[in-house]
């Protein structure tokens, strides 16, 4: 290759002739072309696999709707040109609000990548001070998921942005509205599975006359015992299954719906025309408008494409539902109209009766496990819900199992599971009809459609900053259709859609005791804090006898000292060498990445070895029993004191605070480079109950190793060899190191909370009977933070609120 070397101040530059330029540019083009095909094949892939976690619900409607809207009173108007109406309404409801308002609109409001009503109110807490957390800091503002979405301020929404912001009230309302949305998700996860399994049943039914309606009432209820008594196991063991099984039932209904279409009416095709709903409503007035309760039946599920949103990408839930579950279900409920406006007497099993004979079978069979697949995934999105709940403080603490190592969010709540399947079967048996289920479920779906509506309007306005015109415009747009078909639901109320309102009520009431009851005892703690400057007055010694040892101090307080301490040293005057206090709080970001978890700081002055550790959570992160919590807080705080020796800003003077100065420290790069030396080794059971001289604690220890084997398994701490190391940082380490191996002990409060003497009714109710009875029945904070309970004390005290 010949080169053209031409001259420059500082030596030569060589040009590249043509032919190499172009061999640059075709490696680039290559290189864009691999990118793109990469990114298209993995949406593909995503959109496959979405079949089966998102579409189960959706996809399986068209075994119930004719026969929802064709009930009651509208049992009059049985007639060609009404089945005709009723299929054109079906036709523009899934396509306004699935693909309309879900597909274009709603999937790009996500959370970095989350979706659901949580994620929404996540990005409006962060956007605009509408948080009713506790213990939230500046330094939360940092986290490189905080400022997710569109930046700048729009000064249009200003003034009704500081409007919220001012009044309480309003922020109260706001978190009510999304936990009503909450609680109707857990409804969903209630109703879904009743619905969609006898409606999948009762195939049998149709097909041989000797089963009774009890017969498939029994065999529907021993599926859905076996369905919620594997939920353990979790749905990544049967996972696999699922996008195949949706898959070919989605293939299937539109085949039979093309048949349908081509061998009863062609015609039925003029029906997409809207001329066809206004004849609808000419002929049947009133009772056309009531029958819509059935119609919203065709988009049940239509949530869960927002919801499962962070399983997957926006990109690939766009192309399943736009270009294979949307023409599939439009051409189903196409055959099925076909077939009933030939067949009138056909509605009560539409479905079925509208399925050749020759394929009859194998269909029920798909229809079966279709309706198994998607009553898993409303079962694992309430899972998720009560998860999120429980972060932002409104539910009870309650045991979260990750059941899978490799996909996140794939969760267990063994209390919820038999809950939701004593309430399922209730439903079940108490209904024995879908129609009647049908009217709950209509209810709880189109109430949590109508609050997105409500959230996307204002995301639209304070994250997204565009105008309020446009937000107003979306928010009347599809109000008004929701609008239409949420009072037609609850006309039914009677007619089975109260037990959506019973259960939503229940639920809404549990959020909200526990929450008013967990604020309270916040509160508590934040105007009985101890002032720093009586531990400053003590001196280094705090004017206790100080014993080897770390203790680690749990309050939900992220700055200053809680009460409990006092109390403690009060009724004991002694404590450990080293103190941390912990604080183990929910930001409102979906994932807290490993690099940003931990925040640590100094309260006092170095003499007195107090620090602050703050361990920070998304509402999606599970809390995982990794069992090395210790050895990473030992490793984070060694490296914040190398980190405060060489940043002069970290260090604190002695005119300033001796509180608030915290540090991010990346548990990813200490376990990387950490300033201390680390190596394990195997502790064998003898030595570890020898190294004590208490036979009780030996006993102890005993039985606690033979239960976690892992104990075994000891991580040791040295200093590395460096002269340069300033002395009293070498003096604070060795402190810490032998404070580790003398031991760690977990201080909590065991507290009681109750209303005081002068409170109200009202209050003593909430207080005294429901927060109290919450606290008994649900998961202690030791077992819930995952600490050893051979190391825990706990302090008991009384909260008057």
């Known amino acids: ?49 979405s079949l089966g976690v998102v579409y189960g619900d959706l996809s399986t409607s068209p075994l119930y709707v004719y026969r929802s809207i064709f009930v009651g009173k509208l049992q009059n108007y049985q007639t060609s040109e009404a089945i005709f109406g009723a299929f054109s309404l079906i036709f523009w409801t899934i396509t306004l609000i699935p693909l309309l308002k879900y597909v274009f609109v709603v999937l790009s409001a996500d959370d970095n990548g989350e979706g659901g009503s949580f994620a929404l ?83 049998i039914q149709a097909a041989t006359e000797h089963l009774s309606h009890g017969g498939v009432l029994l065999l529907s209820c021993i599926i859905l015992v076996g369905l919620f008594a594997l939920q353990h196991s979790g749905t990544h063991r ?34 997409l025309s809207p001329y066809y709903i206004i004849k609808f409503f000419k002929e049947t007035g009133k009772d056309g408008w009531v029958s819509l309760g059935g119609v919203l039946l065709s988009i049940a599920g239509t949530e869960a494409m927002f919801a499962d949103l962070g399983h997957f990408t926006a990109t690939s839930m766009r192309i399943a539902f736009s270009f294979f579950v949307y023409p599939c279900l439009v051409v189903q409920y196409m055959g099925q109209a076909a077939f009933l406006s030939k067949n009138i007497d056909s509605i009560p099993n539409s479905f079925y009766n509208s399925v050749p004979d020759s394929v009859y079978w194998p269909v029920f069979v798909i229809a079966t496990l279709s309706a198994i697949v998607g009553s898993q995934a409303v079962i694992t999105a309430t899972f998720s819900i009560v998860k999120q709940c429980n972060a932002l403080g409104c539910f009870p603490r309650v045991k979260i199992v990750h059941t899978s190592k490799h996909i996140k969010g794939q969760i267990y709540v063994p209390e919820i599971n ?9 439903v079940a048996v108490g209904f024995q009809d879908t129609t009647l289920i049908g009217n709950a479920y ?16 204002l995301v639209i306005i304070f994250v997204w900053q565009r105008s309020v015109v446009l937000a107003t415009s979306f928010l009347l747009l599809f109000w008004l259709i929701e609008g239409v078909y949420l009072s037609s639901a609850f006309i039914k109320i009677p007619q089975g859609g109260w037990v959506s309102l019973v259960l939503s009520l229940a639920f809404l009431t549990i959020m909200f005791v526990w929450h008013y009851g967990t604020r309270k005892k916040y509160n508590f703690d934040l105007h009985n804090k101890v002032p720093l400057k009586w531990l400053l007055g003590l001196g280094p010694s705090l004017g206790i006898v100080r014993v080897p040892g770390i203790g680690l101090i749990y309050s939900e307080l992220a700055t200053g000292i809680p009460s409990i301490f006092s109390h403690f040293v009060t009724n004991l005057p ?111 059971i003898s030595n570890s109950i020898q190294s004590s001289k208490s036979l009780t604690l030996q006993s102890l220890r005993s039985a606690c190793d033979d239960e976690n084997p892992q104990m075994r398994r000891r991580v040791r701490f040295r200093l590395p060899e460096n002269p340069g190391m300033d002395p009293s940082v070498r003096d604070e380490l060795s402190d810490l190191i032998q404070a580790k ?36 029945n649900c998961r202690g904070p030791a077992v819930a933070l995952n600490i050893p309970h051979i190391s825990l004390i706990e302090v008991g005290m009384i909260y008057y609120v």
Request: net charge positive.
């Open 238 to 271: 049967v996972g696999f299954l699922f996008a195949p099984i949706v898959t070919i039932w989605l293939i299937s209904i539109f085949l039979i719906g093309l048949y349908n279409t081509i061998f009863w009416n062609p015609k039925i095709v003029s029906a």
């Open 418 to 426: 038999w809950i939701l399947m004593i309430l399922t079967l209730a």
């Open 121 to 203: 109110y996540s990005l409006l807490c962060r956007h605009a001070k509408f948080s009713l957390l506790p213990n939230q800091q500046a330094a939360d503002e940092e986290l490189s998921a905080y400022k997710y979405g569109f930046s700048g301020q729009s000064t249009s929404c200003l003034p009704l942005k500081r409007f919220l912001e001012k009044h309480k009230m309003s922020r109260t309302v706001l978190l009510i509205v999304v936990l009503l949305g909450a609680c109707m998700v857990i409804g969903d996860g209630v109703l879904t599975p009743a619905m969609s399994v006898i409606s999948s049943i009762s195939g």
């Open 574 to 684: 002694a404590f450990h060498n080293v103190m941390v206090f912990v604080c183990v709080k929910s930001v409102p970001v979906p994932f807290v990445s490993p690099e940003e978890r931990f925040l640590i700081g100094r309260i006092c002055p170095r003499p007195y070895r107090m620090y602050r550790c703050i361990v920070r959570y998304g509402y999606k992160d599970i809390q995982r029993d990794d069992g090395n919590f210790e050895d990473l807080l030992i490793q984070s705080i060694a490296e914040f004191i190398q980190m405060e020796a060489v940043e002069p800003q970290l260090s604190i003077s002695e005119s300033s605070s001796f509180d608030g100065r915290m540090a991010v420290i990346s548990t990813r790069s200490v376990q990387s480079g950490s300033t201390l030396l680390v190596s394990e080794e195997d502790v064998g």
């Open 1 to 49: 290759m010949h080169r053209v070397d031409v001259d420059h101040e500082r030596g030569t530059m060589e040009q590249p002739t043509p032919a190499a330029a172009e061999q640059t540019q075709l490696a680039r083009r290559k290189g864009t072309f691999a990118s793109k095909f990469a990114l298209i094949s993995s949406n593909l892939l995503l959109a496959y696999q």
């Open 741 to 776: 191996e003398a031991g760690v002990a977990y201080i909590m409060g065991h507290s009681y909370v109750k209303a005081r003497r002068l409170a109200s009714f009202q209050k003593k109710l909430i207080i005294d009977i429901g927060y109290s009875f919450l606290r008994k």
């Open 442 to 457: 209509g209810l709880a779906c189109m109430t949590v459609m109508f609050i997105t509506t409500f959230l996307m309007a």
